[in-house]
């Protein structure tokens, strides 16, 4: 086959990219391979050409690739680390390419770290993909036709969302095919635990990039359909009849450790108003059911066991929202964390009146089992603003904690039977006609230890939660597209 791809190497030093350049040098498919270097590169390598760019990501990065992208196919590595592509791996990207119609195809692959290699797989993108860290793998081949003209509709200047931009732009013209197939092997430099890289987006010194990718995330609704503009449905807070102003819900299954701090948390809080706190204790076998017990004197505690055996941690929520001593306004709390001190409940239902708002999300606290504070500390989320809030939430993978509703609005939509995301798709559905209000004062700690249901999740499950969030962007982005068309 003749030479018709162009590749495009990030270059941080020889030792960095020579066995890459060799690995894809000894194909027949490469045309020219190009290094994107943000220094002086003083030794040459042979076969290779440099093109200065100011970061890898940028959409000056992204211009210059389009530049040189004059054969057929266009390839760029993501990592500042080797790769070994598998045997005919670039032969079966371009066969499925071709045979897909694709714009992009990604694949499965291997990761290898030290002496160990592991499997590494990816999933599918869908309309719903809009998180700006959607791992791809660090493969990417264009059809350099469709690649030239995503790059050319680039409006703006980002210095960190480029690629992002980008992606998003091809995206709206063409197919981003995923080949479940393992086609190379990459080393793997970040080998922290699935717990400890979930926050990482909203780490206070990622800010700059965070607003970078809200504007490109934002530019892409406006032209896909998908914007929505700051006017919401008012609330008047007079539907029902409520004995109570307000229920914590806690759904709970075998959390001995931590279950006394939560409700002991609760049953301090100071208000002005009447409340409760409903428990939903979800079969526990570790001791946990006689703990909540142990509180059965204080009729502020309502201690369900349900009748079902087939409710995750929505289904939960939803007998304690329909049972008939739930409050107007229900406030969430997990079981191993508490809320910060005794006037977390009234802020919340505060905040109801005050931002006429369907849902209240708060500001939480990190911390170790103890409650000591650990990195990246208090996560404020302040990206999701009154203005644009409800568009940026489709970007982001999480609303903040502690999460608060209207009871007669959240009666309608229900939880989904689920025991992740459903908090997300919640928010999501609220904002299509509500406001979410925002507290900006800590209210809650949330304790990071090692029973955590997102502590330590193999690719697997990973890759299951992230598929299930964007089925839930998907279908919130098809309703959005929908009432934009009435």
């Known amino acids: 086959m003749k030479p018709i791809i162009n590749c495009f190497i990030p270059f941080a030093g020889v030792a960095q990219v020579q066995q890459t350049v060799q690995g894809l040098q000894e194909t027949d498919l490469v045309n020219k391979i190009y290094l994107l270097a943000s220094e002086p590169i003083n030794e040459t390598i042979a076969g290779c050409e440099v093109i200065k760019v100011s970061a890898l990501n940028s959409s000056a990065s992204i211009r210059a690739i389009a530049d040189h992208s004059d054969a057929e196919y266009t390839l760029l590595y993501t990592k500042y680390t080797t790769l070994e592509l598998g045997l005919f791996a670039l032969e079966r990207m371009i066969h499925i390419t071709e045979d897909s119609n694709a714009g992009m195809v990604y694949a499965d692959h291997y990761q290898i770290a030290g002496e160990s290699k592991t499997n590494a797989p ?53 197919p981003l095919v995923h080949i479940n197939e393992y086609l190379y092997s990459e080393i793997e430099n970040d080998t922290r635990k699935s717990g400890e890289k979930i926050f990482d987006y909203v780490d206070p010194k990622n800010r700059g990039v965070q607003i970078e990718m809200e504007q490109a995330c934002t530019e892409h609704l406006k032209e896909i359909g998908g914007y929505l503009t700051p006017e919401f449905t008012k609330i008047e807070f007079n539907a029902g009849n409520f004995e109570y102003e307000a229920s914590v819900i806690i759904p709970v299954r075998n959390r001995v450790r931590t279950i006394e701090d939560a409700i002991e948390s609760v049953l301090k809080q100071k208000t002005v108003f009447k409340f409760n706190l409903i428990i939903i204790d979800n079969f526990s076998t570790d001791g946990t059911t006689e703990i909540i017990d142990k509180y059965s004197s204080d009729e502020r ?15 939960c929520w939803n007998v304690g ?101 459903e908090d997300y798709a919640l928010g999501l559905n609220f904002s299509r006609h509500y406001q979410i209000g925002r507290v900006y004062d800590v209210l809650y700690l949330c304790r990071r230890w090692e029973d955590n249901s997102d502590a330590s999740l193999d690719v697997v499950k990973m890759n299951g939660h992230n598929t299930y969030k964007d089925r839930i962007r998907t279908w919130e982005l098809q309703a959005r597209i929908a009432l934009n068309k009435k």
């Not at 998180?131 to 050319?152: I, T």
């Open 301 to 315: 505690l309502i201690h369900i066991i349900p009748t079902r055996k087939d409710l995750g941690i929505g289904g």
């Open 122 to 174: 990816v999933i599918a993108y869908q309309l719903g993909s809009l998180r700006d860290d959607f791992n791809f793998g660090s493969v990417l081949l264009y059809k350099a036709e469709a690649f030239k003209e995503a790059a050319g509709r680039l409006k703006a200047d980002y210095q960190f969302a480029g690629l992002y931009d980008f992606r998003l732009k091809l995206s709206q013209k063409a």
């Open 321 to 421: 929202v329909h049972h008939e001593k739930c409050g107007k306004f229900v406030v969430q709390l997990d079981s191993d964390d508490v809320y910060k001190n005794e006037n977390t409940l009234q802020t919340m239902v505060n905040a109801f009146y005050e931002q006429n708002c369907a849902m209240v999300v708060g500001t939480y606290m990190m911390t170790d089992f103890n409650m000591n504070m650990i990195a990246p500390g208090i996560i404020d989320h302040k990206e999701w603003t009154p203005e644009n809030g409800r568009n940026n939430a489709l970007r982001i993978n999480g609303l903040g904690a502690p999460r608060a509703f209207y009871t007669p609005v959240l009666r309608e939509v229900n939880v989904p039977n689920t025991s992740y995301g």
